[in-house]
């Protein structure tokens, strides 16, 4: 049971938009903890999409965006495209563990 | 360009015991926090334990404290990872990630922008 609370799958069509939520609580979203973004492709490592919320790495299409509010934080993919596929995690800090969080983890297919 | 290079891991029996490395460079290895975050097969990503950049403060999940310990070399830009009593349930993918932002006195939670490939360590008899 992850901490950070995340849709087990999502689908979309090309072009298409879809979002991805990631739920927390008053001990870490909701605490005002930036919440970050991860992409990763089978077999591969993990990839910074976002970070402190809406802040996109350099490289990173601006298809992407994310947002927070209260004890909650998306991800929205506009102009879905086949290389989007794979699992997207939120990522945060938990005051009352003291620890880094990550959500579950989503597995994005573009139909 | 940055590279995180993990080796070390294996096939280790339950109460064994392992020591895991990371290799960096194209940064100023000194300044960033360190961490290493693991993924068991088919399942999430989690968070184990974390360096400051002088290496002095440590941080670890509780799954692992008093077992694990995390270290570093910035002569040698190196992580390290001693892992004790190792457990099933320690079998995992384990990847060396960097810290986004300069914490060298902490560990900030600014996001983890670069990974290594991983190496995985299987606890099995």
């Known amino acids: 049971q992850s901490v950070l609370t995340q849709p087990p799958s999502v689908s979309g069509a090309p072009g298409q938009r879809v979002t991805i939520s990631c739920t927390g609580s008053?001990?870490?979203?909701?605490?005002?903890?930036?919440v970050h973004w991860y992409h990763q492709l089978p077999g591969t490592a993990p990839k910074l999409l976002m970070y402190?919320?809406?802040n996109r790495p350099s490289g990173v299409p601006d298809r992407f965006s994310g947002s927070k509010s209260g004890t909650s934080a998306s991800l929205a993919i506009t102009g879905l495209q086949a290389e989007d596929e794979g699992d997207y995690y939120c990522?945060?800090?938990?005051?009352?563990?003291?620890?880094?969080?990550f959500g579950g983890g989503t597995k994005l297919t573009v139909l | 360009e940055i590279q995180l290079m993990e080796s070390g891991g294996g096939l280790i029996q339950p109460g064994g015991s392992l020591r895991l490395s990371c290799e960096a460079s194209?940064?100023?290895?000194?300044?960033?926090?360190m961490n290493w975050v693991r993924q068991a097969p088919g399942k999430g990503l989690e968070w184990v334990s974390g360096?400051?950049?002088?290496?002095?403060?440590?941080y670890y999940a509780d799954s692992v404290k008093g077992r694990f310990n995390i270290s570093r070399d910035n002569s040698k830009n190196m992580l390290y990872l001693q892992m004790n009593t190792l457990r099933a349930e320690d079998t995992a993918v384990y990847y060396c990630?960097?810290?986004?932002?300069?914490?060298?006195?902490?560990?900030?939670?600014?996001?983890?922008?670069?990974w290594g490939q991983g190496t995985l360590v299987t606890v099995s008899s």
């Open positions: 990630a960097k810290a986004l932002c300069i914490t060298i006195f902490g560990v900030s939670n600014c996001g983890l922008d670069s």
């Open positions: 194209g940064f100023t290895f000194k300044n960033y926090a």
């Open positions: 360096i400051a950049g002088n290496g002095v403060s440590k």
């Open positions: 008053s001990s870490n979203i909701g605490t005002d903890y930036d």
């Open positions: 402190g919320n809406i």
């Open positions: 990522q945060s800090y938990d005051k009352s563990l003291r620890d880094f969080v």
